[in-house]
């Protein structure tokens, strides 16, 4: 699992577009988009480097940091 800080989504329109961004590329992926703290959980067969570059090219690259989690 990946944890994001996407400062860059603030309404549920934002988590609504990451989360088609992501599951066009992985159908199977399973998003938890929380735009009050700005965090995504995503559970996905897709590597860290495709996550960032997708959300890169959805727009939402501003400030974006992986979230140690564990």
Request: hydrophobic share 35%.
């Amino acid at each position: 699992m990946y944890r994001f800080h996407v400062p860059a989504m603030t309404c549920d329109g934002c988590a609504r577009a990451i989360t088609r961004a992501i599951q066009r590329q992985d159908p199977q992926a399973s998003i938890s988009a929380l735009p009050s703290s700005h965090r995504v959980d995503i559970q996905t067969g897709l590597d860290k480097g495709q996550l960032v570059h997708i959300l890169e090219e959805a727009g939402y690259g501003d400030g974006l940091e992986e979230i140690p989690h564990g």
